[in-house]
Each structure stands twice: as C-alpha cells, then as structure tokens.
C-alpha cells in the first residue's frame, strides 16, 4: 500500500480562459500538460459527454511528486451544477493570498491566516496565509460523505489508506498513503451527497500488477465499478491501465497503473502555449 500515491482531483471547467487565469495568475501553478481529443473518454474523464474535450493538468510541480488539478473541459458546455460532494482544496501560499489580493479576486477570512476563494464556477479553495512550503504546497482535498464511519471502512479497510487524525467533534477523519503526500480529509455532510452534474474525480496511482487484484476486491465486496480495467490511449503519449471505483456515496476514483502513468505525465514545456492556443481559438469560434 505505501507504494500507492495520491496524483490529482477532476475539475469540469466551463470556461478554460479565466480558469486559467485563476489557477495560473492567482494561485501560483505551472500548466504542466494540455492534451487534446476527439470523442468522450472510456472511462468517462471527462463525464458523460461523447464530444470533443481537452485536459490540462496544472499543479506546484511535476506529477511525480505533487498533486495537481485536472481541468476537463467539454467543448460547448459552459457551465455545470455544484453539489456538496466536493467541499475545497486546501494549499498553503502566501504567495496566493497576495495574487488574490492584487488582482482583486475575492477573498473571504475564514479564521487567522485562512482565506476561503473561489474558483471560475465555484470550486471552494481555502488558502494558508503562510510560507509556500519547499514541498508540494497542496496539502489536502476535503470530500463530504453521508455516514463517516462506512466511509472510513472504504478508504481505509479496502482501499488502504492510513487514518492521519479524526475530530468526531467536527464529523471529519483525514487520510492518506503517506504522510509526505497530500492528505485526504472526509467531511460528514449531515445528510445525503449531491454531486451535481460538476461531479469531480480524485485520482491515484498504484503498481500496475495492483489493479487486477484491486477490482477482484471490490467485486468480492460488493462495491460498486464504474469502469472496470480498461486501457486508455493520449495522442502521441504513453498508454496507460485504469480502473474507475466509487465509494459508498458516489465520489469517483481512478486507480491508474503507476508505471505507465509516470511516462504519460512527463511535464510538457509546451503545455502552457497549447492551452493558450486552442482557448483563443475557442473565444474566437
């Protein structure tokens, strides 16, 4: 299990320029690859639409060793429904305060050196007002979930991942793989999970050999697959094996062979000038 490592959270972004904008100007990431396609995904990344969509990953870092955003985009979709599934991104920079600050974006006190802002579209993101840290400076995705304790026995008991801390006080449990990586942090919601038509994905990675035993445990457990083990193909990239689960309460999780995973998300110096390119394009049709 601790060679299991948490990679990146789906976002579906209705308008690519300010996005951009947002995770670039404001919070401080790099775009590190933007990839084009044709038709919908096989194992719906992109949601359920069949068109033509795009994916560009932007984080503090490369993929090997931060965690980082997912911006889907479908073409002609401009904007999706919210839910109470995903509840916020928390990274520490001081640096990103002072962005928002500067550029005037909105900024809300949350407590002392916490600022809750918005992405385009809503994503809650709350920010540390302290020194970006030498290391990954994203340090936990919060998700709601409707009954703490059954989803504690998913994440940890099937999934494996390590419980970090827990305040019953505030219904909330902290997990993750390793204590160097991003943490996920399980929020109890009081009532039923809405995931909208935004619904993200978070995603990880495991040894390849992992996933056919993987989907056989969820089988045996009588857990739902939403994709089972499918190979899925980027132009021009490497190949690589996933299997799509879903937690009790719907939230969506690819396990990706880690292996072919590391080639495919090499960073791409040209990756900033390809989303440029294609959202000027898409203002301009």
């Known amino acids: ?6 990679l990146h959270f789906v976002f579906k972004v209705g308008d690519r320029t300010k996005t951009a904008t947002f995770y670039r100007e404001v919070l401080g990431m790099t775009v590190l690859r933007h990839e084009e396609f044709e038709e919908g995904c096989k194992a719906t990344c992109n949601g359920p639409y069949d068109g033509k ?3 560009t990953m932007v984080g503090y870092g490369p993929e090997d060793n931060h965690f980082v955003a997912e911006l889907t985009y479908n073409y002609g979709v401009g904007e999706y429904q919210l839910g109470n599934d995903f509840m916020g991104l928390i990274l520490q920079s001081s640096q990103a305060v002072s962005n928002a600050r500067r550029l005037g974006w909105p900024l809300t006190q949350v407590e002392e050196a916490l600022y809750l802002t918005h992405a385009p579209g809503g994503y809650p993101f709350y920010l540390v007002d302290k020194e970006q840290p030498p290391h990954d400076p994203v340090q936990k995705v919060c998700l709601g979930v409707s009954d703490l304790q059954r989803s504690i026995h998913y994440w940890e008991t099937l999934l494996g991942m390590k419980v970090m801390d827990r305040n019953d006080k505030k219904k909330t449990v902290l997990l993750g793989f390793s204590d160097t990586q991003c943490q996920l942090e399980l929020c109890d919601v009081g009532g039923t999970v809405d995931h909208g038509t935004a619904f993200g994905r978070i995603a990880f990675s495991c040894p390849r050999e992992e996933l056919p035993n993987l989907e056989a445990l969820m089988k045996k457990e009588n857990q739902k697959i939403l994709t089972p083990l499918v190979t899925l193909d980027t132009p021009g990239k490497a ?3 996933v299997v799509i689960l879903a937690d009790p309460d719907g939230h969506e999780i690819c396990f990706v062979g880690d292996e072919a995973f590391r080639e495919l ?10 989303l440029d390119k294609v959202a000027v394009l898409s203002l301009s049709t």
């Open 1 to 6: 299990m601790a060679l299991r490592r948490a």
């Open 265 to 274: 998300s090499a960073v791409d110096p040209k990756g900033n000038e390809l």
């Open 53 to 55: 969509w795009s994916k």
């Open 239 to 241: 190949t690589v094996e």
